[in-house]
């Protein structure tokens, strides 16, 4: 890795104008490409103590070779510049959304004599109106061939309709009224145009004339006794009263917007865009993101607005709706106000309708980003690769198909509890996880509590091994505070038919952390005899894997389908053991007061806290509040009554981060979350 301090530009060479920067490898290939308002002070945050950089930063400034930099006359020509290079050289540390698909669309071809409806796809062409774009094409021709019968535009190619005119003869649809038929001369060049104008402002969103319109005219050939003309109107009415439901009304006041929102998590972020037109959403379209830069929310937003307007083949409406403002805005604004030619609401929506939708977006991007690591993670040959390439960086014999991964969680040194989850082929086996608390000691200590649980697990190992007579216990190596219930062995339950709890070994074993995490694991493995078990640890800070007895961590490359599993074990393990710890402690703030209550049950307990909704209130209520709970008597709850007050309530706990006082009245699952630790 290079030293920053060996390209670091000279003192005072580095202009105050703004502008954009470009690092580059040994190899002169650019990594790296941002912009910045002032020059100066940006590119010498980057070098600084290594120490005190962004992890993803400072892996960054260590692979670059070399720094260089354009000045620009205003923030707005250092955002294009910016979008321009990222495209020309596509920097492996800068945000890039992976669009996994070209977002079909309908298009109008006003640009040619006979104007055709047709589905397209890829860049916009001059003189062609779009409407989209839409997740499927069969959204967009169950939407047209709703439209045709009102306005029957031609919808084939130039080949059958060149064929059409020499033969005199139109194709189906010019049969059976889809098609003006413009080929044989049903309609003049002029009335097909015209058409096609009707039928664009029908799918802009003008609608409401156009339905009155038909509405009187079938009322007057009704009227006339023309009913045959009158059913076909009232057939078309409900054809295009059918195609305006394919597209809800979100917006009363048929504002044109986009309305753009994130999902993002430490690794990716998804980003989903609802077109609103004419108050109604016409089209949608994501895209997912590593983030492989040090990006906070509203970078992430800025670097999707440019994606999607940058190129120039998205129209841009009178209001961006956006989670969080770029941040300067102005800039951005205003580069949007040159593109549409006119003045852009750029903003986060505060209340109503617009928040609504914004929040309906949100959904969306979250059911983005699960679905996108659910396609990875099911993907048999993407499974394949991932264990092979965990196999080779770690030098393991064969790939390990069962892993196994432990982390620790507690709350200020409180409710120290672990968990184990089990991937096999690269999938969760959840029937398998196991939770832990830890017994051998109280206080804060994670480099203990991992020796204490991985000791545990492997000692129910070996009692399982020793039952079937594959494997003596080493002496001192049993836990009578573990031991199995029974003494039938084998690693199959004979009453069940399932393997037993700690029955099978993994071929790999990941804790959550560093060296010192492994150290400790490999410490409980010694001890009791155990060396035919593969070990690593995976750090949160730069992503890396730590091996036993090693100085150095291994280093998979950003990209690496190995190292995307192991971060989905560890965050797996660090979400079970989170929402173990967050249980107990809710049940120790909430229900720890009536568990003494003799005669008091599960369900009474759970009818007592959902009636008054927590302990403070439940002790403040009189007897003869207690009674009117469903299932309480009044001996009960005099017995509950007395139970409470005799028990003296327990000091508040405190957010060490805010200072605020964690009050039990509180909803107990969500509490002090952000002090709970992996």
């Given at each position: ?135 499927h094409a069969w959204a967009i021709r169950e939407t047209v061939d709703l439209l045709l019968r009102v306005f029957p535009v031609r919808t084939c190619s130039n080949g059958v309709f ?322 199995p219930d029974g003494a039938a062995g084998g690693p199959v339950d004979p009453e069940t038919g399932r393997p037993r709890r700690f029955a099978y070994p993994p071929q790999l074993l ?22 035919d078990v593969a070990l690593c640890g995976l750090a949160k800070r730069l992503e890396e894997v730590w091996l036993p007895g090693q100085d150095d961590p291994v280093v998979l490359p ?121």
């Open positions: 890795m290079a030293d920053p301090s060996t390209y670091r530009p000279a003192p005072g060479a580095i202009p105050l104008s703004p502008g954009v920067y470009r690092f580059r490898d040994e190899h002169g290939r650019v990594i790296y490409v941002g912009k910045a308002k002032s020059l100066r002070p940006r590119l010498s945050s980057y070098f600084q103590d290594i120490a005190g950089l962004h992890p993803r930063t400072a892996t960054m400034v260590t692979t670059a070779a070399s720094v260089e930099w354009t000045v620009v006359g205003t923030e707005v020509e250092a955002l294009q510049l910016e979008y321009s290079w990222i495209k020309e050289f596509d920097p492996r540390f800068n945000v890039k959304y992976r669009d996994d698909k070209s977002y079909p669309e309908l298009a109008v071809t006003l640009n040619e004599e006979f104007p055709r409806v047709q589905v397209m796809r890829g860049a916009h062409k001059k003189g062609v109106r779009y409407f989209g774009p839409y997740g060149k064929r059409a005119g020499q033969v005199g003869r139109p194709c189906l649809l010019g049969y059976i009224g889809k098609c003006a038929a413009p080929c044989v001369g049903k309609v003049t060049a002029e009335e097909h145009r015209g058409l096609a104008e009707e039928f664009c402002d029908f799918m802009a969103g003008r609608t409401g004339g156009y339905l009155r319109r038909l509405e009187q005219q079938m009322q007057e050939a009704a009227a006339d006794m023309e009913y045959e003309k009158a059913a076909r109107l009232r057939d078309d009415l409900g054809a295009l009263r059918r195609a305006m439901e394919k597209n809800a009304v979100v917006l009363a006041d048929g504002t044109d917007a986009d309305v753009l929102a994130l999902a993002e998590d430490e690794l990716e972020a998804a980003v989903q865009i609802f077109h609103v037109r004419g108050g109604r959403v016409r089209g949608q379209r994501g895209w997912v993101t590593d983030r492989v830069e040090d990006v906070d929310t509203p970078a992430l937003v800025e670097h999707a607005l440019q994606q999607l307007y940058g190129s120039g083949s998205e129209s841009v409406p009178r209001e961006v709706l956006v989670p969080a403002l770029p941040e300067p805005a102005g800039p951005v604004r205003e580069w949007l106000t040159g593109l549409r030619g006119a003045q852009v609401d750029l903003r986060v929506p505060q209340r109503g309708d617009k928040k609504d939708l914004m929040a309906t977006v949100q959904r969306n991007a979250q059911q983005g980003l699960a679905l996108h690591k659910t396609k990875r993670a099911s993907d048999l040959t993407t499974r394949s690769r991932a264990l092979q390439e965990i196999a080779d960086a770690l030098e393991l014999d064969s790939v390990p198909l069962r892993i196994e991964c432990f982390d620790i969680s507690h709350l200020q040194g409180e409710d120290v509890v672990a968990s184990m989850v089990v991937f096999e082929d690269g999938l969760a086996r959840k029937s398998e996880y196991r939770r832990f608390q830890i017994k051998g000691f109280s206080g804060q200590d994670d480099v203990r509590s991992m020796h204490e649980v991985i000791g545990r697990r492997f000692r129910r190992y070996l009692q399982e091994r020793e039952q079937t007579g594959e494997w003596a216990v080493p002496e001192g190596g049993a836990d009578t505070a573990d031991a990941v804790v959550d952390g560093g060296a010192p995490q492994v150290a400790a694991a490999r410490r409980a493995l010694d001890e009791l005899g155990i060396d950003r990209t690496s389908e190995g190292l995307y599993l192991l971060q989905r074990v560890r965050d797996e393990a660090h979400r079970f053991a989170i929402a173990y710890q967050r249980s107990k402690r809710s049940k120790r703030l909430t229900a720890g007061g009536l568990d003494a209550v003799p005669g008091l049950g599960e369900t009474r307990r759970q009818a007592l806290l959902k009636h008054f909704g927590s302990l403070k209130r439940m002790r403040a209520a009189t007897v003869d509040e207690l009674c009117e709970v469903p299932g309480i008597g009044r001996r009960t709850a005099e017995t509950v009554a007395a139970a409470l007050a005799s028990r003296t309530p327990a000091a508040p706990a405190v957010n060490t981060a805010t200072g605020e006082i964690i009050d039990d009245s509180a909803a107990p699952a969500g509490a002090g979350a952000s002090l709970e630790t992996p």
